[in-house]
């Protein structure tokens, strides 16, 4: 009997493809550019620029969530690239178990046979709880489906409300507990993380090093996507004039960067001020959503 495509397991081959290290490097590197920018300093703005990776439009702007720079347009676009991307490969590999990503048609509520929520680990009990699901998500899902709503918006306003609220909260909704969390980077030395977090068991959904290495991202992912058509749907005819695609450099000139010693251990104070290896969960934490 054929697995259905709700809850199969991406193909072996795939999953080896997308834990490359050029693979990981441009999810990590596109996401972190683009939170990291207006915070950062001129060593790290020009260890991201020599990378090929200057977000001409930031996420996140001295704190706050960027609405109307069209940062949003550049989140959907780039991950409607992936799905794109990764939809080719496996149309040529033609494992009738997964033939294409197909998104999430709702967000799995509680109890879901398929998709159960990970026991809760580190600081993460609220994001998992039932009360979330029926208080914070579901409200949520509905707004951003709903016509009225979709025509006061942007697309980039609707993308990086996406972004920061259900897109953050269901990577950390579904990642498991883990034992070893990723150090983070040097952003002064981006390329310093050690080969042996490229492994394919490394597909944690809370680093954007190793999440989309994780069969729940395209779920989640082409949930997301769909928003995208029902945008469109309630503002246009005819086709979305992009403005926002920023996907990163050409992948066909720029090489995966290779791990470089570690940078010298930051001190604690600025330990402390970076939890490691919770890229979702950090905006989650620190950047406000206007209602
Ligand atoms: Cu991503």
Redesign the pocket.
């Known amino acids: 009997m054929l697995a259905a495509v709700a809850a199969a397991a991406l193909p072996a081959s795939i999953v080896v493809w997308l834990a490359e290290r050029a693979m990981r490097f441009h999810?990590y590197l596109?996401?972190s550019a683009r939170n990291g920018w207006t915070a950062f300093g001129e060593p790290e703005r020009a260890a991201y620029r020599a990378l090929g990776y200057e977000p001409p439009r930031p996420a996140v702007e001295d704190g706050q969530l960027a609405l109307g720079n069209g940062s949003g347009e550049d989140?959907l676009y780039?991950?409607r690239q992936?799905i794109q991307q990764l939809n080719e490969r496996l149309a040529s590999l033609a494992d009738p178990g997964y033939p294409r990503i197909e998104g999430w048609p709702a967000i799995p509520a509680p109890g879901d046979a398929d998709y159960p929520v990970p026991p809760a680990g580190d600081g993460d009990a609220e994001l998992k709880s039932d009360e979330f699901y029926r208080e914070r998500i579901v409200p949520l899902e509905q707004r951003y489906q709903d016509a009225d709503f979709l025509r006061s918006v942007s697309l980039g306003e609707l993308g990086a409300r996406l972004e920061f609220t259900l897109h953050n909260w269901m990577h950390m909704r579904w990642a498991e507990p883990v034992a070893e969390a990723r150090p983070d980077a040097d952003p002064r030395n981006p390329a310093a993380i050690d080969s042996r977090w490229d492994a394919p068991s490394y597909d944690w959904l809370g680093d954007?090093y190793s999440?989309?290495v994780h069969s729940t991202?395209w779920k989640l992912?082409g949930w997301v996507d769909e928003r995208i058509d029902d945008w469109a749907r309630a503002n246009v005819h005819g086709a979305i004039e992009w403005q926002g695609t920023w996907t990163g450099p050409d992948h066909a000139h720029v090489h995966p960067p290779h791990p470089h010693p570690a940078p010298p251990a930051p001190d604690e104070a600025e330990r402390r001020d970076t939890p490691r290896g919770r890229d979702f969960g950090r905006p989650l934490l620190d950047v406000t959503v206007p209602d």
Do not use: C, Y
Request: hydrophobic share 50%; no cysteine; net charge neutral.
């Open positions: 999810h596109w996401h989140f780039m991950h992936m954007f999440s989309h991202f992912h």
